[in-house]
């Protein structure tokens, strides 16, 4: 297979989990907040990557606003107030969606060891502040070095938030991701395996996170040289798609191009 071809694929697949994250961000109900399946937020802000999607601001602007608030928090609360290491969070991932990885990855490192200082290892803001660091070092091009905070911050929720709760399972997916990133998709498979039957399970065959988990595991056997399988596993989205979000959904659209890609490699 060329290499055009899985440059499209891969992007198709990018687009298709955004578009699954509108969906599930659509479907939160009575204003309850909905984590991104791609990353996570501090429990009481609202940081750059839970802002609606359809019209961001732009990114440096974001990092501007943000840089105010912590400056806010920092006089009237303190550099150790949990407000204060949530409004840090949120610069680094304005930071990080700015383009500004080393700065994103300092912020984020920060964050992390005065959280496990004020909050202690197990907190669960300190669990998503692990988590948050393990993906600025994957944005920044290094995610065998996001690997290990990944796996940390997975049995730390495990532990505290318990085994369904929507962030262990989100955190999980990072870490299948960081995996393929890896070039081992291998690693990823059992991952988003037990991903998708927990969200089968607690969510139901057509949430749009169950058919991301199902996407991301076709998209996964396809990298790992499983054809027949990936394109089992994207028509069974497809088809589920076609049932639950309607057949002519933008991401019902990309799984049809992601199957007819798988297909024909």
């Not at 907190?123 to 998503?128: A, K, R, S």
């Not at 944005?139 to 996001?146: I, N, V």
């Not at 085994?163 to 990823?188: M, S, V």
Request: charged content about 30%; aromatic content about 2%; glycine content about 8%.
């Amino acid at each position: 297979m060329s290499e055009v071809p899985r440059t499209e694929c891969a992007e198709t697949m990018n687009a298709l989990r955004e578009e699954l994250q509108r969906a599930a961000e659509d479907r939160s109900a009575e204003g309850l907040p909905t984590h991104r399946a791609d990353g996570d937020r501090p429990l009481d802000d609202r940081p750059v990557e839970n802002r609606p999607v359809e019209e961001p601001p732009p990114a440096d602007d974001l990092v501007s606003e943000f840089e105010r608030t912590l400056s806010d928090r920092e006089r009237t609360l303190g550099a150790g107030h949990p407000d204060t290491l949530r409004a840090r969070s949120n610069l680094g991932g304005a930071c990080q969606q700015a383009g500004h990885a080393d700065r994103a990855v300092r912020l984020f490192e920060q964050i992390l060891a005065d959280g496990e200082r004020v909050l202690g290892p197990d907190h669960p803001d300190t669990l998503t502040f692990r988590n948050n660091l393990a993906g600025g070092h994957e944005a920044a091009g290094d995610p065998a070095r996001a690997i290990p905070l990944y796996e940390d911050a997975l049995a730390g929720r495990e532990r505290v938030l318990g085994l369904d709760n929507p962030l262990t399972l989100q955190c999980r997916d990072n870490l299948a991701r960081a995996h393929e990133l890896t070039d081992a998709p291998d690693q990823a498979i059992p991952l988003h395996e037990r991903t998708l039957s927990d969200r089968e399970r607690t969510l139901g065959p057509g949430h749009p996170y169950t058919l991301l988990s199902r996407g991301n595991l076709a998209h996964t056997h396809h990298k790992a040289g499983n054809g027949e399988m990936g394109a089992q596993l994207f028509a069974h989205t497809l088809t589920d798609s076609e049932r639950h979000l309607g057949p002519d959904h933008p991401a019902t659209r990309h799984v049809r191009q992601l199957l007819a890609h798988v297909r024909s490699a």
